[in-house]
């Protein structure tokens, strides 16, 4: 999307009888279907839609049917997660759809779509964090219950010292978070964060006319 093509157009809109078509310019600036920020970020979720229905359909598959069918609680959590993921996918492409349609006041409807956009990366952030933990918690509590062998020697599992367990617990979770977090910030910023600030200084040119 070139912005200074923006800017100019934004720019004619002052003039009454240019009005209408520098709307519609701007409206087709967004509209592209190849190189805007907007279809750029859907193309970024679809590439992460397909990862993730791969991953997870091999994954769940395998503990639904591996371990003598012990570790089916895995596949039922997994299979949580993909559905929330879903959901979110769902939400997202939906918006970014909306984004590539506007009409009307332009730069009202995309600044206030921009801000929608900025929730949905800061929630998924959020969440992917917030996931460590409860996975963490599942997958220590299915070890323990599932496959004791493979846990009666572990410091995460022993019974004493209590601090040692507790301790080992927490330095593994804030350990593990702490990748997680500055991974996720990495990947989603090159995912749709520089997409979005792109977007976002549009609308800021916009607002300066």
Known sequence: MDLDQLKDIWKGLDEPVSEHQGKQEIVTLLSRK??????????????????????YTAVITHYFTAFDHELQSVAWFLLVIGILFLAYYYK????????????????????????????????????????VPV??????????????????????FSAEPMWKTVGAWALLTITLTSLVYFANVWLLDKLYGHHIRKLRHIVTEMSEQ
């Open 135 to 156: 996975c963490l918690a599942f997958f220590g509590w299915i070890f323990y219950r599932e496959v004791p062998d493979m846990t009666k020697d572990s410091i995460f």
């Open 92 to 131: 997202k492409n939906k918006l970014l759809n909306e984004m590539q349609h506007v009409s009307g006041k332009v730069r009202f409807h995309l600044e206030r779509q921009v801000n929608t956009l900025e929730r949905f990366v800061r929630f998924y952030l959020l969440a992917g964090v917030a996931l």
């Open 34 to 55: 190849s190189q805007g920020p907007i279809a750029k970020m859907k193309r970024n979720l679809r590439w992460e839609l397909i990862l993730v229905l791969i991953s």
